[in-house]
C-alpha cells in the first residue's frame, strides 16, 4: 500500500528528547517499511526515517521556539491534500485540524486519537465532523466521546523489542518513575511508596514551566528525603538501563491514562509495573503477569514485596505478546485494509451540516462501534 504518515510537528520523528507521539509514529513509520510498504512521512526535516520524507518545516517546532503551531501544521495540511491522489491511505496523528480540509476523502483517512478526549472544548468538532474514521489507543479512551463518532479500531500502542532490551533480574533494586512531574502523575504517591516500603525511589522525569510551581512547592522538598533520587530528564539510552535495572516501574497515576508508553517500556525490559487502576492501566498491565494493580496506597506498599518474587521473563513474555511494534502495525494495516473494503460509500457517515453542540463532555457509557465497527 501507498501510505502517508502524517505527523506532528512539535517534535522531530523520533523526537530528539520529550515527544510519545512522535516516537510511536517512527515506529509505525518503520515497521511498515520494513514490511514492504510505501510510506512518505509527512514531518519536521530533522526527523529520521528510512520512509520517504516530506520535510514540512526544517526541524521540530518546539526546538524552533515556536510556541503555536497551528500554521505550521495547517501548511502542511494543504500540501498533504494537494498530494492525496498518490496515497492509498492517509494516517492522520495531528488531532483534529483535518477533519474539516480531509471531509470528502474520509474513505482513505485515518485518523489515531493519541491524547485524552474529556476535554469540552473541542467536542464540538467530534460531534460535527463524524465521518472522520477514528482509532483509539485504549478502550477506555473512547468513554467522553459523543456516541456518533467513526470508530474503526482500537489499536494498543507496540515499541520495537529491542529498543528496552530484556534484563532477567533487577541489578539496581529501586523503584523507577519517569515521565513528567505533573499533579496527575502523581510522583508524591510513588514517594509515599518508596518511603512507607523502606526502598529507594529514582525520578527521571521533566519538569514543564505549567508544573513549575507544583514541583517548587510539593515534590521538590519531598525529594530530600535520603530514599528518595531525583536524575532530571533522561535520553532514550539511558532509558534503557534506568528501566532495566529498577525492581518495578511506579505508575501511580490519578487520570484517564490514553495508554502509557513506558508501561510497556517497562515490560519490555522485564520490569513489572505497579500501577493505579486508572484509565487504560487494566488494558495494559496483566495483574499478577506484568504488574500489580492497585486501588490504594496501602495496595501500592504490598505490591513492592509482591514484584520482588514475580517473574520478570512473564513479564517480558507478556510484552512479546501484545505490545511489540509488529503486533500494533498488523492490527494498523487490517484497520487500512478494512477501511479500503468498504470504499467512499460505505464509510463515509452523511456531511456536516449542523451546528455544532456546546457543553461538557459526554460521560456515559462507550459509544458503540457502528457504521465503522471493527474488532480491535
Excluded at 512522535?22 to 510510506?39: A, F, M, P, Y
Excluded at 483509539?136 to 500502542?157: A, F, Y
Excluded at 511508596?193 to 523502606?198: D, E, H, L, P, T
Aim: with cysteine; net charge negative.
Amino acid at each position: 500500500m501507498r501510505i502517508a504518515q502524517i505527523a506532528p510537528l512539535s517534535e522531530a520523528v523520533p523526537p530528539k528528547f520529550y515527544g510519545g507521539t512522535e516516537r510511536v509514529v517512527s515506529w509505525i513509520t518503520e515497521e511498515l517499511v520494513r514490511q514492504g510498504h510505501d510510506v512518505t512521512l509527512f514531518a519536521s526535516g530533522d526527523s529520521e526515517t528510512s520512509a520517504k520524507l516530506a520535510a514540512c518545516t526544517p526541524e521540530g517546532l518546539r526546538l524552533l521556539g515556536y510556541r503555536d503551531h497551528t500554521a505550521s501544521h495547517l501548511a502542511m495540511l494543504h500540501q498533504v491534500h494537494r498530494r492525496a491522489h498518490e496515497f492509498d491511505i492517509l494516517h492522520f496523528h495531528i488531532d483534529l485540524l483535518q477533519y474539516p480540509m480531509f471531509e470528502d476523502l474520509n474513505h482513505k483517512c485515518i485518523t489515531t486519537m493519541h491524547g485524552r478526549l474529556d476535554v469540552p472544548d473541542f467536542m464540538p468538532v467530534y460531534r460535527t465532523f463524524t465521518g472522520m474514521p477514528l482509532v483509539s489507543i485504549s478502550d477506555n479512551q473512547r468513554e467522553p466521546m459523543p456516541p456518533n463518532v467513526n470508530w474503526l479500531s482500537t489499536i494498543h500502542h507496540g515499541l520495537p523489542s529491542q529498543n528496552c532490551p530484556y534484563s532477567p533480574e533487577a541489578k539496581g533494586g529501586y523503584l523507577a518513575f519517569l515521565g513528567r512531574i505533573s499533579p496527575e502523575k502523581r510522583p508524591d504517591r510513588a514517594i509515599e511508596m518508596a518511603i512507607r516500603s523502606g526502598t529507594p525511589l529514582k525520578i527521571a522525569a521533566k519538569v514543564d514551566k505549567a508544573d513549575q510551581d507544583y514541583w517548587d512547592e510539593v515534590i521538590e522538598p519531598m525529594t530530600h528525603h535520603p530514599l528518595v533520587e531525583y536524575i532530571g530528564e533522561i535520553n532514550e539510552e539511558q532509558k534503557k538501563a534506568f528501566l532495566g535495572n529498577a525492581l518495578a516501574l511506579a505508575f501511580p497515576i490519578d487520570w484517564p491514562e490514553p495508554f502509557g508508553l513506558v508501561m510497556i517500556e517497562a515490560m519490555s525490559a522485564g520490569t513489572p509495573v505497579i500501577a493505579f487502576r486508572n484509565g487504560s492501566v487494566p488494558e495494559v498491565i496483566k495483574d499478577g503477569v506484568s504488574g500489580v494493580l492497585c486501588e490504594t496506597m496501602d495496595d501500592a506498599v504490598e505490591a513492592v514485596a509482591k514484584v520482588k518474587v514475580m517473574s520478570r521473563e512473564g513479564v517480558r513474555k507478556h510484552f512479546e505478546s501484545q505490545f511489540t511494534a509488529e503486533c500494533m502495525v498488523k492490527k494498523y494495516v487490517a484497520a487500512y485494509e478494512a477501511l479500503l473494503a468498504r470504499g467512499a460509500d460505505v464509510i463515509q457517515l452523511p456531511k456536516s451540516g449542523f451546528t455544532p453542540q456546546y457543553g461538557d463532555v459526554n460521560g456515559s457509557a462507550r459509544p458503540s462501534m457502528t457504521v465503522a465497527a471493527m474488532p480491535a
